[in-house]
């Protein structure tokens, strides 16, 4: 395969393609959030002229829809459930259950809607990670700019796109930001094309993610540059921790099958148990450092949590409160029900809800797990799902759908693939259907 000609060739590439490509226009206009649950509809209704037979002389879909993007669709089918009923029960009004119906469409929907297209459409894992490079490539230029922007003193906030006056979660899902300034250390914090900083590091080990499957040792150095500089220069702790733990954690499960994998894992657990008298306080330690490096911000999200957890339990247990709800000065007048997925979601959309992300993400772990056995393409795949899983515990995912949508592609790519025995030399043809000269993704 000549990894420097891969081009889009479907009309599903393109649109996936050339919308990741012109992540930066987007943003300068303003559209990034209205584009991200754009595309997905556009990919759904691609879906349903392949199936209507409309596009004769492209690919045709598979014939059945992954067990696992069935699940997904269910489970947040069951979102959509929780939050109709706890708008009823709480009497939010006609007005308030059609916008945040509308809001589903554009988070939680999203979760089903991506994988979906990527499981029945014919876009291939190298059309991600080439767009993602040229993306990674507009950044690492853009990057002096931002730091000279802080520098210099330049305003932080350019402009906030009329767009915004369509309805949005806030402001800062539509303006154009060169860099913030964090208010507990007084600090920089680039936020890139993101709503905030922390989702910036999320798109980082993403990003780090599909560069490190890219063939082309050129764009490979550029996408891992970029995700690095990226990370770093959002000041999350979080996404600084992540970027080696997913690679340790996608390494080690992919290894599963080999017998040698288990016999270091036990040595190692029992390592541990002989010494947790060590350990443990040493983890304390580290926690403690991680909590200190920004301890206002890690105030504000255990007492969001708390409150979160305690007015579920006693309000809401089964469906929920329907919306977030404004916090107090104690949480710095941040929703109750944000910036943590787990917590959010029991708040919002009660034990229901948060039930229906558990089940779906623990298939995926399973499913996952097992074909990244043999198969290159899933061991990216559940890198992805790894820093999803890992981020949802810093900030709300359907918030951040619109943003993390690629990943979402590739997931549900893996859904399509079979699983392969790794100690059989798979075939090099691929099993999903492309157009003529489109490149083949090998196997492991």
Known sequence: MDTRAIRPETIEEQLVYWTIVGTWGLWLLGTLYIVGPLVGFILVTIIAARFLGLFSDQPTIPDRIPFAVMLWIACMLAMLLALVVAHLDFELG???????????????????????????????????????SLLAAQSLVLVPLFIFAGLIGLPGTLYVSPLSMIG???????????????????????????????????LSVIGLIFALQERHIGWKIVGIAAAIAICIMSGSRLGIVAMPFILIAVYIASKMHRPEVFAVMGVGIAATILMADF?????????????????????????????????WYDEAFLFGHGTVQPGSHLVEYMPIGSHHTWY?????????????????????????????????????????????????????LEIVAYLIWPGLLLIGICFQRPVFNPYIEPSSTSHRPVVQGACHTRFA
Do not use: C
Not at 346 to 372: D, N, R, S
């Open 94 to 132: 006609i007005g308030q259950l059609i916008k945040s119906s509308i809001g589903w469409a554009k988070g939680w929907a999203l979760l089903a809607i991506f994988p979906l297209a990527g499981a029945m459409l014919s876009i291939r894992s190298e059309i991600l990670y080439r767009a993602t």
């Open 168 to 202: 949005g979660p806030g402001p800062e899902f539509f303006d154009v930001t060169l860099y913030t300034i964090d208010g507990t250390n007084g600090h920089f914090r680039w936020r890139f094309f993101s709503p905030w900083a922390t989702a910036s590091a999320f």
């Open 279 to 311: 350990i443990l306080p040493l983890a304390e330690d580290m926690q403690d450092t991680f909590n200190s490096a920004r301890a206002a911000s890690s105030r504000v999200r255990e007492t969001l949590n708390a409150i979160g957890y305690h007015r």
């Open 344 to 396: 959010g979601l029991l708040f919002v959309k009660g034990i229901i809800g948060f039930v229906a992300l558990a089940i779906p993400l623990m298939w995926t772990l399973i499913e996952l797990t097992l074909k990244a056995q043999g198969d290159r393409v899933a061991r990216a795949g559940l890198a992805v799902f790894l820093t999803i899983a890992v981020f949802s515990f810093a900030d709300n």
